[in-house]
């Protein structure tokens, strides 16, 4: 009996911690506020990559600091909108960048993304076309790994890609594990990434 619980208890702090770190996959998370070429990962990257979806506002907002604190001199914006009638949405995230005083010949754009996988996809075009090999991924905190598991397959043989979730989104928060909607988030976002990983390359 005790030998069953203390194995439970490994096993729900053991789960914890891979959910904590689920939902904190920042790479840039040891770096300073502006890139530095003398630490291991924290050096400046040729674009930024920003995707639509959650709390687009937020993932936008994020893109937009990291481009005003010389993490790279270009962004690209990915995403399609629902209403195919209607601007995209990697449209409206331009105009909140060009509204932030971001200059439009340094943002890119991919308008025909609808889901992550499409992204991934889109944002290669973007990147090969304009030579960026180096890139920073922001989305919302939830999407990241899921995110991260694309793109990386997606620019496997061509870049490297570097994560940095944004704090900003409306819809996350660092106590999500009290909500229901929180669980439901992660654990859908778990099974994606779970297929992603098992998907063929």
Not at 160 to 170: A, E, L, Q
């Amino acid at each position: 009996m005790r030998l069953g619980l203390i194995i439970l208890g490994i096993a729900m702090v053991a789960g914890c911690i891979g959910l904590y770190q689920f939902t904190h996959l920042d790479d840039l998370a040891a770096c300073s506020q502006r890139p530095d070429a003398s630490v291991a990962g924290c050096q400046k990257a040729d674009a930024i990559v920003a995707i639509s979806g959650g709390d687009t506002t937020a993932r936008t907002r994020t893109a937009i600091e990291l481009y005003e604190g010389g993490w790279a001199d270009k962004i690209i914006f990915s995403g399609a909108a629902r209403d195919t009638n209607g601007p995209s949405n990697a449209m409206a995230m331009r105009q909140q960048a060009l509204a932030a005083g971001i200059r439009e010949q340094d943002i890119y754009t991919d308008e025909f993304a609808q889901n992550t996988t499409q992204n991934a996809a889109g944002t290669l075009e973007v990147a090969k076309l304009y030579s960026l090999n180096n890139i920073i991924l922001v989305t919302s905190p939830y999407h990241q790994v899921r995110a991260s598991e694309m793109f990386g397959k997606s620019f496997a043989n061509y870049g490297t890609v570097r994560n940095h979730p944004t704090p900003y989104d409306r819809s996350w928060s660092e106590y999500w594990w009290t909500t229901p909607g929180g669980w439901l988030t992660v654990m859908g976002e778990l099974i994606g990434t779970f297929f992603e990983r098992i998907r063929p390359q």
